[in-house]
């Protein structure tokens, strides 16, 4: 309380926080002070533990503890550890508070074991998108390949149903030209006419249904 008499009649307006120290104890000031008149917290060590005990289940919960310090770095409750990569340290610019907070994880074998299994799951998700990516360029390679395979298939199928088709519809033109026009005078020559442009057209109708059959083929898998 002198010590925040004193600042009062240093300072007549304004507010601050501080940590001092009465026989190895801590003690928290804060302060806000008007022209008239200053108003304070005074908070020793049985308070400082009573708050922080009633945020421990939290840090326990959460597999952590806490240490904290003054601005000179005099421990307040427990002390700093010694492994940097494994804490979280707020100077008092940070943390709003005369203070230096650090949290720091109660089991590092925990800890190392998590990070372990996360970064198990990360590469088992970077193999599975691995194979996914090449799986996708398969397809579009074999889809790229086989293209060309089908246009040339195609084209052969179109030559080959074009050529015979062709055949049969010359031959029964040529001799349909020949009996319309009279120049076939002999009968027996006429009937061997007549017999080819049946066997044609015969042949002719075997094609179309043949091809229509093959239409009712599902395609392979």
């Known amino acids: 309380m002198e010590q925040l008499w004193e600042e009062w009649q240093r300072?007549?307006?304004?507010?601050?926080?501080?940590i001092v120290w009465v026989d190895d104890e801590p003690v928290l000031l804060v302060w806000v002070?008007?022209?008239?008149?200053?108003?304070?917290?005074?908070?020793?060590?049985?308070?400082?533990?009573?708050?922080?005990?009633?945020?421990?289940?939290?840090?326990e919960a959460?597999?952590?503890?806490?240490?904290?310090?003054?601005v000179e770095?005099?421990?307040?409750?427990a002390k700093f550890a010694e492994q940097p990569e494994m804490q979280a340290t707020r100077a008092p610019p940070e943390s709003?508070?005369?203070?230096?907070?650090?949290?720091?994880?109660?089991?590092?074998?925990a800890d190392f074991a998590q990070f372990a299994e996360r970064r198990r799951l990360l590469l088992l998700?970077?193999?599975?998108?691995?194979?996914?990516?090449?799986?996708?360029?398969?397809?579009?390679?074999?889809?790229?390949?086989?293209?060309p395979e089908a246009a040339?298939?195609?084209?052969?199928?179109?030559?080959?149903?074009s050529h015979e088709f062709r055949t049969p519809l010359t031959s029964m033109r040529q001799l349909?030209?020949?009996l319309a026009s009279g120049r076939v005078a002999s009968d027996e020559r006429r009937e061997h006419y007549y017999a080819v442009i049946k066997r044609e057209s015969e042949r002719l109708h075997r094609l179309v249904e043949g091809r229509l059959d093959s239409r009712r083929i599902p395609p392979p898998r």
């Open 11 to 18: 300072s007549s307006r304004g507010a601050g926080r501080r």
């Open 176 to 178: 349909t030209e020949l």
């Open 33 to 59: 002070s008007g022209p008239e008149s200053t108003a304070g917290l005074v908070a020793g060590s049985e308070q400082l533990s009573s708050w922080i005990d009633g945020v421990e289940p939290t840090f």
């Open 152 to 161: 040339r298939l195609q084209s052969n199928f179109v030559s080959a149903v």
């Open 62 to 70: 959460e597999g952590v503890t806490l240490a904290i310090a003054d």
């Open 125 to 147: 998700g970077m193999s599975v998108v691995a194979m996914l990516v090449l799986l996708g360029l398969y397809a579009v390679m074999r889809g790229v390949t086989r293209e």
């Open 73 to 77: 770095g005099r421990p307040i409750i």
């Open 96 to 109: 709003g508070l005369p203070l230096t907070v650090q949290v720091v994880s109660a089991s590092l074998d």
